[in-house]
């Protein structure tokens, strides 16, 4: 798990590669199969970790899985659906961040859940307290052991309940609509994220037969139904990975053609991508992200919550920012602590300072909290070859781009983790002409 790949960089990434379902949607598409009470079929499923992982926790709890990683096509059967043991679910801990979402299918289905050590990246404190408190709210009880999080549906059952969540979370809203789908009565949830990805998720529930509306106010209304049905469902294709290639086409002086960039979902990324100099073209399979030529131009760029500037789009777009004439400004205001991997492109030659306050936009929660949330960026410096190693999953793509970049031969150890959340990424790059291969060591 610690392959070490070697990269020779300064050479344009120039070519198509092609990007699958989104890895921030398919395995919350997958957790919802539990709900039916018939099998569901899912297309578009990319061969990523986070599919991995959450196939054998929903095989763990009786769900039979049928996986054409080919077509990408998956079909889920929860006829079977059954309590896990805690040892098992124990042995997936850490791996991912999902399995807390499994909790109100669960609790649906077999009255209780248990909650694993979480995973994910190390970009933040990744508290679980608006998840928690949604839970109890629908009834159920929380309680928290030395092993995990033991959670039980009350006697009476989960019944909707008026849920107002203090920030936007992407995972809480998820929490919220796959317990109250079920739930008896309605619930309201104000505050909610509405990314495209959670759009999707509430498409397959109502696919499943769930009642669900979205107001202009970031409010959702969801009426519980006593029965889901399996659904069949495409998924969204992940403009993260989409934005991630643009980058590199930027970072490199390169010609990218993304199959399945999606322009709806990306409008934010691409109006930013222009002011920074970048070019696209858009057509109706995929969208063509190069570099035109010339200076690239510094900007002041503040992350948010849709349909704001992803903060999973900064990292990558930092190794363009790097290149590009003066001074830029980065505010990170969704995650506290996403600046980690500037460490390394220090080592690179790039002129990057981080700070506490929040730079360039409005203040923001993490602002009195002494968080190094706000970056600036001094450009152009080129970039030496350095040997580096990931620190997670998105600041691990940008180490990539920076190695691809550099003058020089750069190694770069701990580059599984970018397979958590970019499919084929070292057959994209060879499609892309670069000039990469693992390496011992
Ligand atoms: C999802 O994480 C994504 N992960 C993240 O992508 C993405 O960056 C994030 O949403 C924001 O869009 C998956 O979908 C698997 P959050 P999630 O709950 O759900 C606060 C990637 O690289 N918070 O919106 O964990 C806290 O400040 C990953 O693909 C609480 O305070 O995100 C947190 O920083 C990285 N208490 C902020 O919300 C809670 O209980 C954003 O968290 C929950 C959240």
Not at 43 to 55: E, F, Q, T
Not at 253 to 281: C, E, S, W
Not at 299 to 327: C, K, N, S, Y
Not at 346 to 366: D, H, K, S, W
Request: proline share 5%; hydrophobic share 40%.
């Amino acid at each position: 798990m610690n392959s070490v790949l070697q990269v020779e960089g300064g050479h344009p990434l120039h070519g198509s590669i092609t990007v699958r379902g989104a890895k921030n949607f398919v395995p919350k598409a997958m957790v919802a199969s539990l709900l039916g009470d018939s099998p569901s079929k899912l297309g578009n499923v990319p061969l990523i970790r986070d599919v991995d992982v959450v196939s054998d926790l929903l095989d763990l709890h009786g769900v039979v899985i049928d996986f054409d990683q080919n077509r990408g096509t998956m079909t889920l059967d929860p006829r079977n659906v059954k309590v896990a043991s805690r040892s098992d679910i124990d042995s997936l801990g850490g791996a991912s961040r999902i399995p807390i979402l499994f909790c109100g299918p669960l609790l649906h289905q077999l009255g209780e859940a248990f909650i694993p050590e979480l995973g994910g990246c190390n970009i933040g404190g990744r508290p679980i307290d608006f998840h928690l408190e949604t839970l109890r709210n629908f009834g159920a009880v929380v309680d928290k052991r030395p092993d995990g999080i033991h959670i039980t549906k009350p006697a009476e059952g989960l019944r909707g309940a008026v849920i107002e969540l203090p920030f936007p979370s992407v995972g809480a809203t998820e929490q919220t609509l796959l317990t109250a789908v079920r739930a008896d009565g309605i619930t309201i949830l104000s505050g909610a994220a509405i990314e495209p990805e959670i759009m999707d998720l509430i498409n397959v529930l109502q696919k499943m037969g769930a009642i669900i509306s979205v107001d202009t106010d970031r409010t959702i209304r969801i009426e519980g139904v006593e029965k889901l049905s399996g659904f069949n469902h495409v998924a969204l294709p992940d403009r993260i990975e989409a934005a991630s290639w643009g980058a590199a086409a930027l970072a490199t002086r390169g010609d990218i053609y993304v199959l399945g960039a999606h322009q709806p979902d990306m409008t934010t990324f691409l109006n930013t991508y222009r002011k920074v100099g970048g070019a696209f073209d858009i057509d109706a399979e995929g969208i063509r992200f190069y570099h035109p030529g010339g200076q690239l131009k510094s900007i002041a760029l503040e992350t948010a919550v849709h349909p704001g500037f992803m903060t999973d789009w900064q990292q990558p777009l930092v190794i363009a920012l790097t290149q590009a004439q003066g001074l830029s400004i980065v505010h990170e205001t969704v995650y506290e602590n996403r600046f980690g991997f500037t460490q390394a492109l220090r080592q690179m030659g790039a002129n990057i300072q981080v700070y506490r306050e929040c730079l360039g936009g409005t203040p923001c929660r993490f602002g009195q909290r002494n968080f190094f949330h706000s970056a600036v960026i001094s450009g152009p410096t080129p970039l030496e070859a350095a040997d580096i190693t990931v620190p997670d999953l998105r600041g691990g793509f940008s180490h990539l781009i920076a190695a691809l970049a550099a003058s020089g031969t750069s190694k770069v150890s701990g580059i599984d983790v970018i397979s958590r959340g970019y499919e084929h990424f070292t057959r994209k790059l060879h499609q892309l002409d670069a000039r990469v291969k693992y390496v011992d060591q």
